[in-house]
């Protein structure tokens, strides 16, 4: 029996080293964390490797990547973590996961896209806008508070309250109103909600074309990738059904989120972490995020995609991205205290 | 011989260590006040996990026992088939039913394209159509793939039973639903206790699935309180909840069971016998089996293979190809390591070991109840510090750094699946070992082989049936595994079930049909040795 033991755990051992071993840190890789969907990083990362030569591992979760860099602390195999919101690349600075980039490609992003000792970069901009079904809604433009009247009442749909998303736009909403105004505002759209929040922002689109709401909170470019949507072709049906509106175009202006990048504070392959960057920030990487992804590109130089320019003209939202990181924590906890994720309740 | 040998207490703490962790942790963020996330999301996730619980528990129970009722004591067309197809839903885990049962019901599926079509509405205001991404909706399929936990459970249960009962009942004038609600339900409570304990089980357990449904449950509720809100301590404080309930789950089956003595004896004298149904009677028993099999097969299957024909992506064809190849990897290194481990503890919790070490592997056993969020919660952090400690240790004497050993690699996800099915290789080689007996391998001592050599040569070729059907249920059971798999796998690593939930969780479920499909397909070989088996047991119709 003993000796049973002793040989499966030797095995055991020598079997899980064998598996663990191509995450190790060796010349010529880059190693990402990504919470960003892999069809849409993929085009770029292989394009990287074959200017580069540079060998790329991602893993792909949609959730829990800093809880993991966290816990692996020292040790970790990650260089760079591709984020799809603001608050992530600030929540990481914070807990001290993070790094300065050495690369002059930073200076390529106006100051309020990066971090200010340049631990992290935002890579591309989507705004967080209200999607309006084409034949039941005549409005042509909207503001935040618009979507709080009781005229909207059952008629509004969202992903849950809590995804970064949504907690972005609240706590935007709190850096330009204050807590008191967006808990009001924030309780009346919850009311107005046609269902419990439920899906991603896609599924919103779907609900629109269903009929069971007529406006969704949702960002801009999932419009361009459901319309181009060749593997899934229904698709184009579902983001058919709605146009978009961009929130307070006229007024203060629309929450704008970013995806972005930090280099891992223990990055074993900072260089080609700084090059892999140098490159998500080139007009090439840049405009295939404009092209490919549809969202806007970080470097003013490059020109969103013409699709995008269709669906109007963005203005954002003047509070920054650090307030709007400052108030993630209200954000959460108002989502939290009005049960937003169990619907209406008025 | 001590009365716990050291290996024994050292497998009870490794598999409690991430309980233990969590406790911790628990207190710590109690001690330090912050107790209000726990104490704001509370109310709602008990209350929604308690509702889906029973309701899928009542469901379960009833379409479970109704089923292995009629199978076994009636005899209506196609009763064969359908003795082991009740089982087919097992092959389906919760969150494929899940992703399935939205695509065929919600608004752009067959069902409701063929209600627009037939009333020529264009939107769902001009019909009512129930909403499956509802609390409602979880619960029903749910209970549509989880219903075989009883029925397996029901069925053995009422072929090892004496027909003698249910004999004198009929000669005595008492018809069949009399029959069914005097003796067969009264009767059949352990097994139905059983049955329904694992089935609420699944439900706590899951997380593809109240995700996906936005159900608030408690493991929802965890995943987001760790992973939106970064907030390890409430986590950990509604992980204990959670465990807590388990318990209570667990200790209340008990009680159910407490004292009875049931006679599973079989009269030898009166084989069960199968009353021939006929007319409405008939077309009921088989309406009814025929339903529970399309509803918690035929839909979540016949719909991945829809589509998953309808469009082949050569891209797609790829990514599947190399998570299967990674799959089958992880899960034979896994049932490797769990069906090595069960032997180990089947041996040790033997009637024939002291109390003490019963008693320890029947705790080792339990972790099977813990879900996978809960038991990935617990095992990130100290793998995480013992990796640390072991870098430290070697970089200080040998100036070498390994890296992660523990945390970011496969060997955490074996860790989890060691604490979580360790109860399935266990039950199966503690069966066969009992079943065998002790006598070859006193034989085989005696006539001078060494342990090791009787191990190898004795011991092990008779238990291999044991141990192979271990092996089976314990790698469909990793290859279906979601949860722990989605939060610990190692950099690079993508298993079918982690690519069909990002795409499913990205609103592209459409587009991971094959992968799910390979799952799915997975989960068919233990039903088809169970069928296989079962078929041997053979019911004598009654001409």
New interface residues.
């Given amino acids: ?1 003993t ?3 002793r040989f ?1 755990a030797i ?2 051992a020598t ?3 064998a ?2 071993l ?4 060796q010349t010529g890789e880059v ?1 990402i ?1 990504s919470y960003r ?3 849409l990083i993929q085009p770029l990362l292989d394009r990287f490797t074959e200017e580069t030569g540079i060998t790329v ?8 990547l ?3 860099v966290e ?8 260089d760079v973590v591709l984020t799809v919101d603001i608050g992530n690349l600030v ?1 990481a600075k914070e ?1 001290g996961l993070t790094q300065a980039f050495t690369t002059d490609a930073l200076e390529r992003l106006p100051e309020a896209y990066r971090d200010p000792e340049g631990h992290w970069a935002a890579l591309s901009l989507r705004a967080r806008v209200f999607y309006v079904s084409k034949d039941r809604v005549d409005a042509e433009a909207l503001t935040y508070e618009d979507i709080a009247s009781p005229e909207w009442s059952g008629r509004i749909c969202t992903r ?1 309250g ?3 998303y949504n ?1 972005g736009l609240i706590a935007n909403r709190i850096a330009v109103w204050g807590e008191d105004r967006t808990r009001e505002w924030l309780t009346a759209v919850r009311d107005n909600l046609a ?9 919103q689109t ?2 629109i ?4 709401c007529d406006l969704a909170i949702a960002n801009t470019y999932y419009m361009g990738v459901m319309l181009n949507n060749e ?2 072709p ?1 698709q184009k ?2 983001a058919a059904a709605s146009r978009i509106i961009y929130p307070d175009a006229e007024g203060e202006g629309t929450q704008v989120n970013a995806a972005g990048a930090f280099l891992a504070r223990y990055a074993p392959n900072e260089d080609n972490a700084n090059r892999l960057l140098e490159f998500l920030l080139s007009d090439e990487a840049q405009q295939i995020y404009a092209n490919i992804n549809y969202e806007y590109p970080a470097v003013p130089e490059v020109e969103p995609a013409e699709l995008t320019q269709s669906w109007g003209v963005l203005k954002p939202s003047e509070a920054s991205f650090a307030e709007m990181a400052a108030h993630r924590d209200e954000a ?2 108002l989502v ?2 009005l ?1 937003f ?2 619907g209406p309740q008025g | 011989m001590l009365p716990l040998p050291a290996a024994v207490l050292c497998l009870v703490l490794v598999i409690g260590l991430p309980l233990l962790w969590l406790g911790a942790a628990a207190i710590g963020a109690a001690i330090r006040g912050d107790n209000g996330l726990a104490a704001t999301m509370l109310p709602t996730a008990l209350r929604e996990t308690a509702t889906l619980m029973l309701t899928v528990g009542l469901a379960t129970g009833v379409l479970g026992l109704l089923s292995a009722w009629l199978v076994t004591h009636f005899e209506f067309p196609l009763r064969r088939v359908f003795d082991w197809a009740l089982i087919l839903p097992l092959a389906v885990p919760t969150y494929l039913a899940a992703y399935t049962y939205v695509e065929f019901l919600d608004f752009t599926g067959p069902v409701q394209q063929m209600v627009r079509a037939l009333t020529g509405a264009t939107t769902i205001r001009e019909y009512w159509f129930p909403d499956i991404r509802s609390n409602a909706g979880a619960a029903l399929v749910f209970s549509l793939v989880l219903y075989p936990y009883v029925y397996v459970a029901c069925r053995g249960f009422f072929l090892l039973q004496s027909a003698s009962i249910n004999i004198a009942a009929r000669l005595l004038g008492a018809g069949g639903w009399r029959r069914f609600f005097a003796i067969t339900l009264p009767v059949s409570r352990p097994a139905l206790v059983v049955g329904v304990t694992l089935a609420m089980l699944e439900v706590v357990n899951d997380l593809g699935a109240v995700l996906y449904f936005g159900v608030n449950s408690l493991t929802a509720v965890i995943y987001s309180t760790w992973i939106n809100r970064s907030n390890f301590g409430g986590a950990a404080q509604l992980a204990v909840v959670i465990v807590l309930m388990i318990g209570l789950i667990i200790l209340a089956e008990q009680w159910a069971r407490r004292d009875r003595v049931y006679s599973t004896a079989r009269d030898a004298r009166v084989p069960p016998a199968l009353e021939r149904l006929s007319g409405v009677r008939a077309v009921m028993a088989f309406t009814f089996c025929g339903t529970l099999v399309g509803l918690g097969f035929g839909i979540p299957f016949g719909m991945l293979l829809y589509l998953a024909l309808r469009r082949q992506s050569p891209a797609m064809l790829q990514l599947t190809a190399s998570a299967a190849t990674s799959t089958v990897l992880l899960a034979s290194l896994g049932a490797l390591l769990v069906v090595a481990l069960g032997f180990y503890a089947a041996r040790r919790g033997g009637r024939d070991e002291p109390p003490l070490s019963q008693g320890a592997i029947r705790l080792a056993t339990l972790g099977y109840a813990i879900p996978g969020t809960v038991l990935a919660l617990g095992v990130l952090q100290p793998l995480g510090a013992m990796d640390l400690w072991v870098n430290r240790l070697t970089r200080g004497f040998f100036g070498w750094t390994p890296g992660l050993i523990l945390s970011g690699s496969v060997a955490a996800l074996l860790y989890v699946y060691l604490i979580r099915f360790l109860a399935v290789s266990h039950s199966n080689l503690e069966a066969g070992m009992r079943k065998r007996g002790e006598s070859v391998l006193h034989a085989a001592r005696v006539l001078g082989a060494g342990r090791f050599k009787a191990f190898l040569l004795v011991d092990l070729p008779t238990l291999l049936p044991a141990v192979l059907g271990a092996a089976t249920l314990v790698f469909v059971e990793i290859v279906k595994e979601l949860p722990a798999t989605l939060l610990l796998r190692p950099l690079g690593l993508e298993t079918l079930a982690t690519l069909v939930y990002g795409r499913a969780s990205a609103g592209l479920f459409t587009e991971a049909a094959l992968p799910a499909l390979a799952i799915v397909l997975v989960g068919l070989v233990p039903v088809i040795i169970f069928s296989r088996l079962s078929s041997r047991q053979r019911v004598l119709p009654l001409s």
Avoid at chain 1, 22 to 25: Q, W
């Fill in positions: 029996m000796v049973f033991t499966g095995g055991l079997a899980s080293l598996l663990a191509p995450a190790l840190a190693n964390y969907e892999p069809g591992n991602v893993l792909y979760a949609g959730d829990g800093l809880e993991r816990a692996e602390g020292e040790l970790s195999p990650v929540g807990r849950p809590d995804h970064p907690i269902f419990a929040p439920e899906g991603g922002d896609r599924d779907k609900a074309l269903e009929g069971s593997e899934e229904e049906e579902w959460a906890a939290d205290e049960r994720n169990e």
